[in-house]
């Protein structure tokens, strides 16, 4: 029997979030990580969308017509109590910088660190909450 031919993944595309406040979260990750707003609703699923009650806003850190989608789902409570995250990697000192300075000026409460002490170590880290509780963890990973 042959061993399964590996699949190679590059990264993950995108990623989706519900959130209880569409305008706050999009004036959150705008200011924070400078994310283009690339789009509102999707026309391939507008009507789907209307049906189930939901919206999404579309985001881009410049890499895809969304890295991030946000989605107002009008029927779902948000419950975070959980370790539930997203990290997001930057390639050099400087950028890592920036975000930490933002997170700062808006008063956002900083964690130093890595999300779970387990995970493989990386030059520095740090993990703020957006306005839904959602964690995301911010490494500096240089280019290998």
């Known amino acids: 029997m042959n061993a399964p031919t590996r699949i190679l993944v590059t990264h993950l595309q995108h ?10 979260s999009k004036a959150f990750y705008i200011k924070v990580f400078d994310l283009q707003f690339s789009a509102l609703n999707h026309p391939d699923s507008s009507a789907a969308m ?4 939901q919206e999404m ?8 017509h969304h ?7 009008h029927k779902l409570k948000m419950d975070n109590n959980s370790m539930l995250h997203f990290t997001l ?6 950028a890592f910088d920036e975000i930490r300075r933002r997170a700062r000026d808006m008063d956002l409460p900083i964690r130093e660190g890595r999300m779970l002490a387990s995970a493989r170590p990386v030059s520095r880290a740090f993990c703020l909450q957006d306005p839904d509780r959602h964690w995301i963890e ?6 290998r």
């Open 15 to 24: 990623h989706v979030f519900y959130v209880t406040d569409l305008e706050r």
């Open 138 to 143: 911010i490494i500096e990973e240089p280019s």
């Open 67 to 73: 890295d991030i989608c946000l989605v107002k789902h």
């Open 57 to 64: 806003h579309f985001f881009s850190f410049g890499f895809h």
């Open 89 to 94: 990697a930057v390639k050099d000192a400087e």
């Open 50 to 53: 209307r049906l189930s009650q």
